[in-house]
């Protein structure tokens, strides 16, 4: 299965090249911690050199890693409603860098059904 939801991410994320590639915002797909895709963008602002270095982080868990405390809730709630119900939502976030300094930013779920799969897309202002 992991097989295959690698091949579906890696199909879906080709389809949306240039919206990771031009997008003013930074973006990521995401379906579990192990099958997720960043964008450069995001990557930079996060504190990382390259979007690999931020999906390395999935064993550890994003949310911790990259959600300060006092968010997680709310990252949470919209990812699910995103994911299960199919409802996308804005929510202001504090985010965590890389040298664990958080900064205040609002995050778009956008659900994204895709070969059976609930993926979610997100946009990080």
């Known amino acids: 299965m992991a097989d295959a939801n690698r091949k579906k991410l ?4 080709r389809q949306l090249a240039r919206v ?3 997008s003013p915002q930074g973006v990521y797909l995401y379906l579990d ?3 997720t895709s960043f964008s450069k963008r995001l990557a930079k602002m996060l504190g990382y050199k390259t979007p690999r270095q931020v999906e390395a982080i999935g064993s550890y868990g ?3 890693s990259l959600v300060a405390p006092k968010s997680r809730r709310a990252v949470v709630n919209a990812y699910q409603h995103a994911a299960l119900a199919n409802v996308a939502s804005t929510v202001k976030v504090s985010l965590l860098k890389k040298n664990g300094k958080s900064f205040a930013t609002s995050v778009t ?3 994204l059904p ?5 993926f979610v897309l997100h946009f990080i202002k």
């Open 109 to 111: 779920f956008v659900p």
């Open 10 to 13: 890696q199909e879906l994320r």
């Open 33 to 35: 911690d192990h099958h």
């Open 62 to 64: 994003f949310l911790q």
């Open 114 to 118: 895709y070969k059976g799969e609930h």
């Open 20 to 22: 990771f590639d031009r």
